[in-house]
Structure formats: structure tokens, C-alpha cells
């Protein structure tokens, strides 16, 4: 799996590291990146959203089926397949496909944002690898009791290594050692390029040393996904009632903040703000979306193209009858 990732972020680290040495500051370059892939994910959201306008417009007709093969749930499932078949509808279009299409970028854009080392300074794979497999030991040395506790359980995620080079550089003589000539390009990313809006972009969030304003990162990522995902259940409750009810819906809708706020005090502020970009950009995507590529409006465009194909197809046949009458 881990070869996988890697190469999946070969293309991202490359982008991240031009966005970078453009901007010099890696919280802005997360930012510009998120936005970087949701523009890269649009078309597969446009698909997904017609998809789902032409699974509501069938909607009516699949009741007609389950209401006249009730009982039938074999029948059920061989009509509606030939119902798709006959209007060329591909309902992996409104679910799974766009998935599909989005999870390889979503583990690439996790890889590089875990190894800055890597894809942001370009250093040196051996050299971090000598960094990683002597940090555990050096911090199980040290006598920094605020220390141990911001790392916490940390390391049992090796992804979160690199992270935690960049943020205790300067604690360990012997990691500056094994850096060699990188040591002051890591040491000035540390200093500049890794702070962020007041934030150290290594820090971990702890609800067990009490408040701080590292809580904001998991507060605002909460709330973020609250907004986009309300705006979406709403948006849905409009256009599809029935599927608003579905249970599901609502734990998804709430329950993924909840997450979100659980998920901001495990890992590094870095990564939470890439979870709050990604909300934030989610959202107003989300937004856009309801008035460029309205469900209602979708379904409307769709009847007026059947209606249209349907005369062009009796025109047609009416032509043939008259010329073979001749």
C-alpha cells in the first residue's frame, strides 16, 4: 500500500513543490493545492450531478415497476436493469464511478501532505529514512515531559514521521547530524515556511493538556463540514424528499463534524488545515453547483432532450415509410 501511495504522489509532490517554491510557505501552498485538486475533481462532480438528476428523473418509473412486480424481487431488478438499458443510464454515474475517480487522487494528495521532507524540500530519501528510524528512540531519551505528551501516540503513524523531523530539528543534536547538508534547509523551513496564520504546522492538538488555540484547527474543521454538509441536505430535502429521510443522510450529515473534530486532534495542524480548505472549497463548489447545475433544472434539460430525440426518431421513421410508399 505504501508503494501505491507513493507513487500516486510522485505527480501531486511535484505540483505541491512548484506551488511551493512560488509561494514560499507551506500552509499557503496546502491551500493552493486543495483548491489545485478540487479543480481537478470537477468534471467527475458534473458527472456525478447529472447522473443524479437522471436517476431522479427515472425515479417515478422504477416505482411503477416495484408497484407492479411487488413481491418479485428478481422481476424488480431485470426491469429496472432494462429500463436503464433502454434510456442509457449508467447509475454508477451518480455513485460509485466519481468515487472511483476520486480516492486514487484523495491517497495521492494524503501522501504528499504527510512528507514534506520529500516532496516540498526534495530531500534526499536516505538521508530521511536514517531521520525516521532514529527519531523514536531519540524522543523515548528525552527528559521533555510537554514534549512527550504534544507526540503523544504519533508515532505509532509513521506516516506522521516527516512531520515530526521538521518540528524537532532543533531539539536533537543527532537528527541535525544525520540531516547533513539539508539540516538548514529544514531548519529554515521549520522556522518560516512551516508557521502558518500564528500556527506551527507540525503541532498536534491535544484535548488532554487542556485548552489552546490549536483547538481552533479541530473547531473550525467541525464546523467547516457542518456547513457543507447541511447546505447539501437541505439543497437535497428540495430536490429529493425521499432520499432526505433516509437515515443515513442525516448520520452523514452529522455525523462526519463530529468526526471531523476527532480527526482534527489526532493528527497535525498541517493536515487540518488541509481539511478545512477542503471543506471550505467543498462547499462553495456546493454551492455554485445548486444554481449552475441544478437537479431541477437537469431534469428539465434532460426531458427536453428525450423530447427532441423522441420526434427526431418519429420524423425519421415517417420519412422512410414515405419513401418506401413511393
Known amino acids: 500500500m505504501d508503494y501505491i501511495n507513493h507513487l500516486l504522489g510522485i505527480p501531486f509532490g511535484f505540483i505541491l513543490k512548484l506551488i511551493y517554491d512560488t509561494v514560499n510557505n507551506y500552509g499557503l501552498s496546502l491551500i493552493l493545492f486543495t483548491l489545485f485538486a478540487r479543480l481537478i475533481m470537477v468534471p467527475s462532480t458534473f458527472s456525478q450531478q447529472k447522473g443524479t438528476a437522471k436517476s431522479m428523473r427515472l425515479q417515478p418509473k422504477i416505482r411503477k415497476i416495484q408497484a407492479m412486480y411487488k413481491g418479485d424481487n428478481r422481476r424488480i431488478q431485470e426491469e429496472t436493469q432494462a429500463l436503464y438499458k433502454r434510456e442509457g443510464h ?59 505528551k504534544d507526540t503523544g501516540d504519533a508515532l505509532k503513524n509513521t506516516r506522521l514521521a516527516e512531520l515530526l523531523i521538521i518540528k524537532y530539528i532543533d531539539d536533537f543534536p543527532k537528527l541535525q547530524t544525520l540531516a547533513g547538508s539539508s539540516f538548514q534547509s529544514i531548519r529554515n523551513f521549520a522556522a518560516h515556511d512551516f508557521k502558518f496564520l500564528g500556527f506551527d504546522l507540525g503541532a498536534i492538538p491535544s484535548y488532554k493538556t487542556g485548552f489552546s488555540k490549536l483547538w481552533a484547527i479541530p473547531i473550525v474543521s467541525g464546523i467547516s463540514s457542518l456547513a457543507s454538509g447541511v447546505f447539501s441536505w437541505f439543497k437535497q430535502r428540495q430536490t429529493n424528499p425521499e432520499m432526505a429521510k433516509n437515515p443515513a443522510m442525516g448520520c452523514m450529515t452529522f455525523g462526519m463534524p463530529l468526526f471531523s473534530v476527532y480527526l482534527g486532534f489526532q493528527f497535525p495542524v498541517g493536515i487540518g488545515i488541509y481539511w478545512i480548505a477542503s471543506n471550505v472549497f467543498a462547499f462553495a463548489q456546493t454551492v455554485i453547483m445548486s444554481f449552475t447545475h441544478n437537479p431541477k433544472k437537469l431534469i428539465a434539460k434532460l426531458m427536453v432532450d428525450e423530447t427532441v430525440e423522441r420526434r427526431s426518431k418519429e420524423a425519421n421513421l415517417k420519412l422512410v415509410a414515405a419513401r418506401n410508399a413511393k
Open 90 to 148: 449508467n447509475p454508477m454515474n451518480a455513485g460509485c464511478l466519481p468515487l472511483l475517480i476520486t480516492m486514487p487522487i484523495l491517497f495521492g494528495l494524503i501522501e504528499v501532505i504527510y512528507k514534506p521532507l520529500t516532496y516540498a524540500l526534495d530531500i534526499n530519501p536516505a538521508v530521511i529514512a536514517e531521520m525516521v528510524k532514529a527519531l523514536p528512540a531519540l524522543l523515548k531519551t528525552t527528559a521533555d515531559k510537554t514534549l512527550l
